[in-house]
């Protein structure tokens, strides 16, 4: 499955980014991760919505380049140096977002990836600990940092990006991905009544140059099995707009995922097995 460090996501002209994802003029967003594969796309969608957009990454250079290449350039849109791995520093990020650009009203964490494919026995407790770091504790840093002001603006937004796979048994990944989407739904029903949302992305297999870095083979999946990326996203800001805790994009993994839920336990560890397999 994938993180969508690798998508793209519609600009203003091909349906309607603020509609989806809220009102409001000279909003701050603040994307994480925003130097991956994502997020400048990511960044300049918003960028050209009208809003007033914080990049933040570890790398100062290039957080700095990406707001300085954003409609409207430096000074409407500012790089921030982070490493979400430590709560100070996203607690600092979150000050400095807010006393350079104000409070933000709409957090993308798009920080995440993928790493295992081998058995619970197999995986190297070094490899487990990656993949905790950059789906868990990345994940509670970021949204800890920033959710006082999140929960302070008008129709605030917090989306995560998961994966279908926590719905599998596929080993410390599913594990992962299962952690950051209850977390996420968890603190949907937190702010519920407020205005305020959190939404899990979960999508599937997303023609991306993610699946190359996981080092999966052509027939990973079936070709019915494979998602269009612009597609995926205006599916999930449709689902933010409607307040959903969890986005699955299309109709086919919404089934899936639907039966995978019901499925006998040891059917769905047979699921797992074969999906490490064909990694």
Known sequence: MTDLETTTIPRRSEGGLRDHVGPGSERVVVITGATGKLGPTVAAAFAEAGDRVAVLARDGAEVDALAASLPGGPGRHLGFTADLLSAD????????????????????????????????????????????????????????????????AQDGRIITVSSVAGFMQTGTYS????????FTASLAGELAGTGVTATALCPGFVRTEFHQRMGLRGQAAPSWAWLDADRLVADCLRDVARGRAVSIPSLR???????????????????????????
């Open 175 to 182: 594990a992962a991905k299962a952690w950051a989407t209850t």
């Open 89 to 152: 520093d996203a607690i600092g990020a979150a000050r400095a977002v807010r006393e350079r650009l104000g409070p933000p009203a709409v957090l993308l964490h798009l920080a995440g990836g993928y790493a295992g494919g081998s058995g619970i026995a197999d995986t190297d407790p070094a490899q487990l600990q990656d993949l905790i770091d950059v789906n868990v504790w990345t994940t509670f840093f970021a949204i800890r940092a920033f959710i006082a002001d999140i929960r302070a």
């Open 253 to 279: 993994y919404r089934a899936a995922t639907a039966a995978l839920r019901h499925l006998p336990l040891r059917l769905n560890q047979a699921i797992g097995r074969r999906g490490r397999r064909s990694r």
